[in-house]
C-alpha cells in the first residue's frame, strides 16, 4: 500500500474522531411508551440521542386513531417537558415528518426538538388534538448530564497515531533504500 494511501487512511480514521452525528429525528431512537391510550388516540414515543443527555432531545411520535390503529389525521401534538422537584417547563409543538420512500412500511411520525436545560428525572406530556377528540399520554426518563469531548484522550489518541505513522513511515523509508 503506498505512503499517501496509509497516511490518508489514518488522517480519516482520526478526524472521525471529532465528528458527532446529527440526529435529525428521533425514529430509530429509544422507544419510550408504545401504544399507549390517549383518549381516541394510541401514541408511541421515540427519543434520540440515547441516552437522554442535557441539550437538544428529539421526539418522535406515531399517532394512531384508537378504533382502526391507522393514522390520525388532522391532529396536533403538543409536548411538555417538567422536571421532577423543579419549577417551570419546556414544551414544544409537534410537526409532521416529511414523506419518505418508506412511508408505507411505518405510520407517519410527528417530531419535536427540544432543549432539555437540566439532567434528572423528567416527566413527559404529549397531548393530542385532532378531530376524533383530544387525549393525553405521559412518561417519565432521566436525563444525563451533557455529552462532553474527552479532549484529554483524543490529545493522547492523536499524538500516539501521528508516532506509529511517523515510525511507519521511518521503517518503511529505510527498507525501500535498501532496494
Known sequence: MPRLAVAV????????????????????????????????????????????????????????????????????MRLTARASGAPGFVEGMGSRASGGVFDFLAPPLYHVKMEIPTQGRWHISVSVTGPAGHGDVGFDMDVARAFSVPWGLIG????????????????????????
Open 156 to 179: 493522547v489518541s492523536a499524538a500516539v497515531a501521528f508516532l506509529l505513522l511517523a515510525t511507519w513511515l521511518a521503517v518503511t523509508g529505510r527498507a525501500g533504500h535498501r532496494r
Open 9 to 76: 487512511t489514518i488522517a480519516s480514521m482520526a478526524a472521525l474522531l471529532f465528528l458527532q452525528p446529527d440526529q435529525t429525528n428521533a425514529h430509530g431512537g429509544r422507544l419510550r411508551c408504545e401504544l399507549a391510550s390517549a383518549g381516541p388516540y394510541v401514541v408511541s414515543v421515540w427519543t434520540a440521542p440515547d441516552p437522554a443527555r442535557v441539550g437538544f432531545l428529539d421526539f418522535s411520535a406515531s399517532i394512531l386513531r384508537s378504533d382502526t390503529r391507522r393514522p390520525a389525521p388532522n391532529v396536533e
